[in-house]
């Protein structure tokens, strides 16, 4: 069988340039790679833990549902039965795949079978290759096949981004077939694919231009995927016609409009516009796609390997919002980023997106998982001394739940590589067991990196063979220290391969590599420069551990915001500074604890007594607790006057978000769906790095005030706004009714409305805000209510 998964990757996922045309190098199937005894290993056992612990049929009852089968258990609750239904569906689908192919286990191969036969099902009821869970779906389907078309951002014919929803159903189908050798998905895919082509057959391309609006995933991938499995050209053409236009054009013109854009949307367009070129040998797309990574992960990207804040690029010039948010870097990013870093090298070979890569996986994507009790973290804060939230089996179903359950099963995936049987890549140092039948090969690398500095790569061979064996040379060993040693002796090398030392020999069985891997510390600055450092030892991540009060919500709950660190901030100004006369000092001031492995204490740096004992560990190490990953830094002239400048700027935000009762950021993905955004002629958009949204008739959030402590409504606008007239209703009674007219100048600015009593102890407030007739509601950039 194993083999079997072999003749299928080969055939059916590796890059192409055009039908058939073989790729330069080549990944390795995860069912050829074994993992050993690591952090990755308890993660990738922890993560099937998680996977079994679901309901396969709760998972399933959207799709029955919708086909007009009874179901066989109750749905599930959270995003599942609030308008995303399904979409976790189609990330087990690719999870149980990813998981069979890495470890072979019965059960998760019966639950992938059993997935896949009841969609099948579906579909077959359905009679035209349809299946999704979307509520509503087939009925709002119809409406799209006929051109009525009522597109935002984040919403298609009033349905919570389906076209998003029913790309994770394609994407676990084409993984159940291509990992998991799962006939039946791909018989369901085609199909489905099918359904495709017909549903916009009569649309112009105009109009599937105005579908991609909303957020509609990588489908531009998945039809590619099915192009080269069918070798079909109308799939190739689906592919073209579903990658959007006001995405890839500036990508192909070397512009970076990035910011403001809601990150996670942008990411699988680009893996599709690659996986277009790849497919179709279009190398314009290919370059737009590499200079999509490098523009993300050069400005936009933190030390851990993540991007973004509250789900969205901020400006390459001020990280400031990350910094004293809740809402750092999303996993689904990462998750994504870590895809398109994988195309982008097996068809370039350079070792820059393998140090990304590298970097991201351990700092960010292992970290994500609680590695005790499993549970996945959608936002990862860098704000000083705040937390992590974790998910929970039966109660959390968020995006990055749904590529949680994947991200911990695929650590395999690109440990080595391949060109032809001439050559072996090794690329990251994870202790596991390659089987390569083709070249007759076995190898196993031994090590407890990072926790020490070396590995070993023994081969076991059928029969002695001429072969290269190239390793990574990462970018954090210095050139000079990084040595190769063949049974304990120096033997000829070459760096032919950039980025990489070989060794081309007669290689025999028994033979061992020994790779040194000296590691050194260094302070990395945020991208936009300003005075706050993240240290890293090697690829290693270090951050500080400093308290474990106030976890509010640290296992998530079943409610709407339950992934976000909902409990107090504390105060910036009294988190540890490091002081130091120079840059180059920073590092220095690192001082390894004597027998703690990758341990490290900053007492010669930290201003403050109360965290000068803390000790720094790998990122990865340390969950239930606030942190310190990023810190601020000042010379000891600038510490005083630095420390004043925290105080005043961060006093003023926790102030605000102690009497916080809720708040709404117009305009922005989540949090608009999180407040059961409604609304009529309505868009929305970026100005000066700040979002709004206004209508022409009407839009609406329902805000929580679950203690009745509600006193105001504030909401901010833009001064420059005029001739913009509207009215503000609560619950249905008009609070009262707004006229933007210029005065208030060249800036944004508050207005605070104060609530009636009624208002005040109600439990929901549905806040709307009306047009006058011929005018504009809006823009409204924040919503807010406090006590």
């Not at 919002?321 to 070979?349: D, F, H, I, V, W």
Request: charged share 20%; net charge positive.
């Amino acid at each position: 069988m194993k083999k079997r998964f072999l003749l299928l990757w080969c055939a059916c996922v590796l890059p192409l340039a055009g039908f058939g045309q073989q790729a330069a190098l080549q990944s390795f199937p995860l069912s050829a790679v074994q993992l050993l005894d690591s952090p990755f290993l308890v993660a990738q056992q922890t993560d099937k833990t998680y996977l079994l612990a679901l309901d396969p049929d709760r998972l399933l009852a959207p799709y029955l549902a919708e086909a007009g089968l009874p179901t066989k258990a109750e749905r599930y609750g959270n995003w599942e039965n609030t308008g995303l239904d399904g979409h976790i569906g189609g990330h087990y689908l690719s999870a149980l795949a990813y998981m069979y192919a890495a470890t072979g286990d019965a059960q998760v191969q019966q639950r992938l079978t059993y997935s896949v036969e009841q969609l099948a099902r579906c579909q077959q009821r359905s009679g035209d290759g349809y299946v999704g869970g979307i509520p509503g779906g087939r009925a709002m389907w119809q409406q799209v096949k006929a051109g009525q078309l009522e597109v935002g951002g984040f919403s298609l014919n009033k349905k919570w981004v389906p076209l998003y929803n029913l790309h994770k159903t394609y994407a676990g189908l084409r993984d159940a077939y291509l990992f998991a050798g799962n006939e039946q998905a791909r018989t369901v895919l085609v199909k489905l694919a099918d359904w495709a082509v017909d549903l916009t057959a009569n649309l112009t391309d105009a109009q599937v231009q105005q579908l991609l609006i909303s957020e509609h995933g990588g489908l531009n991938e998945v039809f590619a995927d099915v192009a080269q499995l069918t070798h079909e050209p109308k799939y190739l053409r689906l592919a073209q016609r579903f990658s959007q236009r006001t995405t890839l054009e500036p990508l192909l013109a070397g512009k970076d409009v990035l910011t403001g854009q809601h990150a996670n949307t942008q990411i699988p367009k680009v893996i599709g516009f690659k996986r277009v070129a790849e497919v179709g040998g279009d190398t314009t797309w290919a370059r737009a796609a590499a200079f999509f990574w490098q523009t993300v992960v050069q400005n936009r990207t933190v030390s851990i390997g993540g991007n973004s804040v509250s789900e969205h690029f901020n400006p390459v010039g001020n990280f400031t919002s990350m910094l004293e948010g809740r809402e750092g870097p999303e996993t689904c990013n990462t998750y994504n980023m870590l895809k398109l870093t994988k195309q982008l090298y097996l068809t370039s070979a350079a070792t820059s997106y393998l140090d990304y890569y590298e970097r991201a996986l351990y700092n960010h994507i292992l970290s994500s998982q609680h590695p005790n009790q499993g549970g996945f973290v959608y936002f990862t804060p860098i704000r000083p001394r705040h937390y992590r939230v974790y998910s929970q089996p039966q109660e959390s179903f968020w995006c990055c739940v749904g590529s949680g359950l994947e991200n911990h099963g695929k650590y395999g995936e690109l440990v080595y590589a391949h060109q032809g049987t001439n050559e072996l890549l090794v690329n990251l140092f994870l202790p596991s067991q390659l089987s390569w039948p083709e070249a007759g090969l076995t190898l196993r690398q031994t090590t407890r990196f990072p926790y020490e500095e070396k590995t070993a790569v023994q081969l076991t061979l059928r029969k002695p063979r001429q072969m290269a064996l190239s390793v990574r040379r990462p970018v954090w060993v210095r050139p000079e220290q990084f040595q190769l040693t063949v049974n304990g002796r120096a033997v000829p090398q070459s760096t032919s391969r950039a980025g990489y030392v070989t060794i081309r020999r007669k290689w025999r069985s028994g033979d061992v590599v020994a790779v040194a891997l000296p590691m050194h510390t260094q302070a990395e600055y945020l991208p936009d420069h300003s005075p706050w450092v993240s240290f890293v030892h090697g690829p290693i991540v270090l951050a500080a551990r400093t308290d474990t009060t106030g976890l509010v919500g640290l296992r998530a709950d079943g409610s709407r915001m339950g992934h976000v660190a909902r409990g107090p901030l504390y105060s910036i100004e009294e988190a540890p500074i490091l002081v130091a006369s120079s840059a180059a000092e920073l590092p220095q001031g690192l001082q390894p604890v004597p027998g703690k492995p990758l341990t490290f204490s900053a007492a010669r740096l930290v201003d403050s007594e109360a965290f000068r004992n803390v000790e720094l560990v790998p990122f990865y190490q340390i969950h239930d607790a606030r942190y310190m990953l990023y810190w601020p830094v000042a010379t000891p002239q600038e510490l005083t006057a630095r420390k004043e400048a925290l105080r005043q700027k961060d006093a003023i935000r926790r102030a605000l978000a102690a009497r916080t009762i809720d708040q709404v950021a117009p305009g922005e993905q989540q949090p608009e769906s999180d407040h059961g955004f409604e609304g009529e002629k309505t868009q929305a958009g970026t100005f000066r790095d700040r979002h709004w949204r206004d209508a022409a008739h009407w839009f609406s959030y329902n805000l929580q005030n679950p203690k009745r402590e509600a006193k105001t409504l504030r909401i901010t606008y833009f001064g420059g706004d005029k001739n913009r007239y509207f009215s503000i209703l609560v619950n249905g009674k008009q609070l009262t009714q707004v006229k933007l007219d210029g005065r208030q100048g060249d800036a944004f600015f508050e207005a605070d409305y104060e609530l009636p009593e009624s208002a005040r102890t109600a439990l929901t407030l549905n806040v709307k805000f009306a047009a006058a007739p011929g005018s504009t509601a809006g823009g409204i950039y924040d919503v807010l209510l406090l006590k």
